[in-house]
């Protein structure tokens, strides 16, 4: 998949009792960067995120880098609360991975709580342009439910 190609599609596979899932080729491939790494993340509550770890963590930098100004120059001090907030999800909300065999992902403990899919069961695996994201069935009903209307508004804005 070349690098600025869209990570589209839709797959339903089953994890294993062991919390493993074989990804399909093309998106195991867009998430894994040049050192075999993966980022696993919570987005939300049903679903986790992969990226490149590269990506990822470049997005992250960026983030806590203009946090880090904020704080050095003192526009933080009302808001230190917040900014515990943020730490404890930035501690808990991803975790660096390997794909086994290329394409297989052991879906780290915490993380399996969070999807909210028993072992030995079906996940929807989808393609959202930019990661590939692992979700509980009934939630991406749900999401694709409240998502599926606003699909031609939200093209035309995004394309225009």
Not at 17 to 24: K, V
Not at 50 to 56: N, P, Q, S, V
Not at 59 to 85: A, C, F, H, P, Y
Not at 103 to 128: Q, T, W, Y
Request: hydrophobic share 40%; charged share 30%; aromatic share 8%.
């Amino acid at each position: 998949m070349a690098k600025d190609s869209f990570i589209t599609g839709e797959h339903r596979r089953s994890l294993d009792e062991r919390f493993r899932l074989s990804l399909p080729p093309e998106f195991a491939s867009a998430i894994t960067d040049s050192s075999g790494n993966t980022i696993v993340a919570k987005e939300r509550y049903g679903c986790l995120s992969l990226w490149k770890a590269k990506d990822w963590q470049k997005r992250l930098d960026d983030g806590v880098s203009l946090i880090q100004e904020k704080i050095r120059t003192g526009r933080m001090e009302q808001r230190w609360n917040e900014v515990q907030r943020l730490g404890r999800l930035l501690s808990t909300r991803s975790a660096s991975v390997k794909l086994a065999n290329r394409s297989r992902l052991l879906i780290p403990e915490g993380f399996r709580e969070f999807l909210n899919v028993d072992r030995s069961n079906d996940v929807m695996v989808v393609g959202a342009v930019i990661c590939v994201e692992i979700w509980n069935p009934q939630a991406w009903l749900e999401q694709l439910q409240q998502d599926m209307p606003e699909f031609g508004s939200l093209f035309k804005d995004l394309s225009g």
